[in-house]
């Protein structure tokens, strides 16, 4: 049997290896999109979702799932900074649109924390950052900076450490800025390393204002070895417009609020959650 699509009915095994290749290609599946293409009732549709997220392939959303991506190896510094410019300066300028004179703001390490410095110019601003290349991009003279000191990471260029774990700890921001390898409904925000991790996790527990998330929507549904923090902690996520609007409605359910952050001219785009 073929539907009105060319999809052939298939065996529940064969359907959900072609739901589970689907979710690889395109990162977001619907139900009803699904069922039409197989030519099946929602309800199956959802009973395949349902196993497969049993097994860790997917995460299902409200009326569809995202592709679980897990990170494995660490990317390097220099690889990340080469993907997706233009989207992470755009996040970058927003995210920093966002910081109002007289803030006190945590910033962590990562290319897309390093676009929000660029672009950063609101005066009598104090940046506490674990980022040992913040000094070199950051434009503006009217801001304070502080590095947190500690080891130095070469992969990815970060404080970490002792040292860094003792300085954030003496600091409460009023908000915080926070770059992540993949964030997830389920599985949170995380990152490739552990000491990494703990140093994001305490900027966010010291900051008593917005933490904003600032990462493009490719790594939404990435899974990385370390969990830094439940999506419920963030208060603002910035990103692009590739952000399916299915999964903004899932972040406003946690009470979090999506700005998109258009690429050239014109004015960014909000959804209040």
Do not use: C
């Not at 290896?17 to 959802?46: N, P």
């Not at 915080?176 to 994001?200: H, L, M, P, R, V």
């Not at 070895?225 to 899932?250: C, Y």
């Amino acid at each position: 049997m073929t539907n009105n699509d060319g999809a052939t009915n298939q065996g529940p095994q064969q359907r959900q290896a072609t739901i589970y290749s689907l979710a690889r290609q395109k990162g977001v599946i619907r139900v009803a999109e699904l069922s039409e293409l197989l030519g099946v009732t929602e309800m199956t549709i959802r009973r395949d979702l349902e196993l497969l997220e049993k097994k860790g392939l997917i995460e299902r959303t409200h009326g569809g799932a995202i592709y679980n991506d897990k990170i494995g190896l660490e990317p390097q510094f220099a690889q990340k900074s080469a993907l997706r410019q233009a989207e992470k300066r755009a996040i970058g300028q927003l995210a920093a649109s966002l910081i109002e004179e007289g803030d006190t703001i945590f910033v962590n390490s990562g290319s897309t924390t390093i676009e929000f410095l660029k672009q950063l110019n609101t005066p009598r601003v104090k940046v506490i950052t674990n980022n040992p290349l913040a000094p070199i991009h950051i434009n503006s003279e009217t801001l304070s900076v502080t590095l947190t000191g500690g080891e130095m990471r070469r992969e990815s260029f970060t404080l970490v450490g002792e040292l860094a774990i003792k300085a954030v700890k003496s600091v409460y921001a009023n908000k915080a800025i926070i770059g992540i390898d993949g964030f997830s409904i389920k599985y949170g925000i995380t990152n490739s390393t552990q000491a990494e991790s703990w140093i994001n996790r305490l900027m966010i527990m010291n900051t008593h204002g917005a933490v904003i998330l600032v990462a493009d929507s490719s790594k939404l549904g990435r899974v990385a070895n370390f969990k830094t923090a439940p999506m419920s902690a963030v208060s603002i996520l910035v990103t692009d417009s590739g952000m399916d609007t299915a999964n903004v409605a899932e972040f406003e359910r946690l009470g979090i609020k999506v700005m998109i952050a258009p690429q050239g001219i014109g004015a960014p785009s909000e959804v209040s959650l």
